[in-house]
């Protein structure tokens, strides 16, 4: 089993900046692809950015791309969501994933396996 855990969201101006964290424990999961989605009230589930095994390859949502950066650190079992440029639009709930098979295109929530409990993002205008 795998226990998934972000940190780092909160309340920040338009054009201010985050950085997400998502640690993983019970399992090591450096093998696997990481993600992350994001959740807005009334809208369903949609994908932010993936991340390969081994950090070389990245996958980003149209929405994101140019101003989010995923990345990982294997040796601690953690993804991060450095994002810049933040917008009202971005606010949302943000969950990190984790999918055991398959390639890092799958935007489809049903594509991930494991799923953190998710941290609140809100910019204001």
């Known amino acids: 089993q795998v226990q998934l855990v972000e940190s780092g969201g909160g309340l920040v101006q338009a054009g201010g900046t985050l950085r997400l964290s998502c640690a993983a424990s019970g399992r090591i999961v450096s093998s696997y692809v990481r993600g992350w989605f994001r959740q807005a009230p009334g809208k369903e589930r949609e994908f932010v950015a993936a991340i390969s095994w081994s950090g070389g390859v990245t996958y980003y949502a149209d929405s994101v791309k140019g101003r989010f950066t995923i990345s990982r650190d294997n040796a601690k079992n953690t993804v991060y969501l450095q994002m810049n440029s933040l917008q009202p639009e971005d606010t949302a709930v943000y969950y990190c994933?984790?999918?055991?098979?398959?390639?890092?295109?799958?935007?489809?929530?049903?594509?991930?396996?494991?799923w953190g409990q998710g941290t609140q993002v809100t910019v204001s205008s």
């Open positions: 994933a984790v999918r055991r098979s398959g390639g890092i295109r799958t935007t489809s929530p049903d594509g991930y396996d494991y």
